[in-house]
């Protein structure tokens, strides 16, 4: 064997040898009480009425929160966090300037016998690779498995799943039904916003809420409505603002929003009924094709880009919102058509 490959050789046993220490060395903690995350008190190993844990959650370990109120206040990686059935309802809160990183999901899991509700909050950061509300369960009883961000900041690389089932045979039935509200703050989604309902009678939830969230997302098709059952997707909360970012081609969901971006580049295909009570902003050097929105009276249309831009369908012949013709472009604007504004045309400088 040549030396290089008995380099890779060393490389790979090291490898294998660091990933099993980490495995081996990984915990899984339980919130017992109300606390600071890096307190030992607030943990236990052993299930949410045990004993304090020696240490606190840390790189490679798992964490259960239940009815309980868990502050962050440093920096933190773990490997998954799961907001716990028959303990709830359960706050993570994250404080000012502070990231928790988490290198797998975020999950909401369901109960069997009872409504399930659990909260994010503060003005921190939370990274995660996906969020899951809602998990396979056999309900005894009608019920809702909810989740409610007003986080500063979340960011989650993959897709949010929000999944709904039903137990029971043919004599009766019991539904879950789960839901995600994003009051305030950003969310960015780099996949897949998706519903999944198990029954034609279930119904699963998504909606901004009216606390000017702002939503980032991130796929070539962004939201995935399940045909099945009932799939409640709102996007025109009070003051709320979704931005389809991707650098490429994206389709906007057909619903109504309040502020509406389109931004990154690429083309973005806005279907037939879409409307607008707010802004249209125009940025990066995305264009639009299919069909242009309809208008609230107190709306308006944003150039800024990070190239010179051309108008296109979006900005229709006769536009009368309150709100007029946004120019904030260093590079230019060139008009394809002629448009009629019943308002104002505001040229920003800068």
């Not at 995660?128 to 009883?141: A, E, F, K, Q, Y």
């Not at 509200?181 to 119904?203: A, K, M, P, Y």
């Not at 831009?309 to 536009?319: D, V």
Request: proline share 2%; aromatic share 10%.
């Amino acid at each position: 064997m040549n030396s290089r490959g008995r380099t890779c050789k060393i490389f790979f046993l090291l490898a294998a040898f660091w990933l099993f220490y980490l495995a081996a060395d990984a915990a899984t903690y339980y919130s017992r009480q109300s606390g600071a995350w890096n307190s030992r008190f607030t943990w236990s190993i052993s299930g949410h009425t045990g004993g304090a844990a020696a240490s606190f959650p840390a790189a490679g370990d798992i964490v259960y929160i239940g009815n309980h109120t868990v502050t962050v206040t440093a920096n933190t990686s773990i490997t998954q966090v799961f907001f716990n059935r028959d303990y709830q309802p359960g706050n993570l809160v994250i404080n000012s300037g502070i990231t928790l990183t988490v290198s797998g999901s975020v999950t909401v899991v369901s109960d069997d016998n009872a409504n399930t509700s659990h909260t994010l909050s503060g003005a921190g950061t939370l990274n995660c690779s996906s969020l899951n509300v809602g998990t396979n369960i056999d309900p005894d009883r009608n019920q809702t498995t909810s989740f409610t961000t007003d986080l500063y900041s979340l960011n989650i690389s993959g897709n949010v799943l929000i999944y709904s089932n039903r137990a029971g045979g043919w004599w009766t039935s019991y539904y879950n039904n789960s839901s995600i509200v994003i009051n305030s703050g950003n969310v960015r989604v780099g996949g897949l916003i998706e519903t999944d309902n198990e029954n034609s009678n279930n119904t699963s939830s998504f909606s901004l809420g009216n606390g000017s969230p702002y939503l980032f997302v991130g796929g070539a098709t962004s939201f995935d409505p399940d045909a099945t059952g009932t799939s409640t997707i709102i996007l025109n909360g009070a003051g709320a603002t979704v931005d389809y970012f991707r650098s490429g081609i994206q389709t906007v969901l057909n619903t109504s929003y309040t502020n509406l971006t389109l931004s990154g580049s690429g083309v973005k295909t806005i279907p037939a009924g879409v409307s607008v009570s707010g802004m249209l902003s125009m940025e990066g050097t995305a264009t639009v094709s299919g069909s242009a929105p309809s208008y609230g009276t107190a709306s308006a249309i944003r150039y800024r880009g990070s190239a010179a831009q051309t108008t296109g369908i979006e900005l229709i012949p006769l536009f009368s919102g309150d709100g007029g013709l946004i120019i904030d472009n260093a590079a230019g604007v060139n008009l394809a058509s002629s448009v009629t504004l019943a308002s104002v045309l505001n040229l920003v400088t800068r």
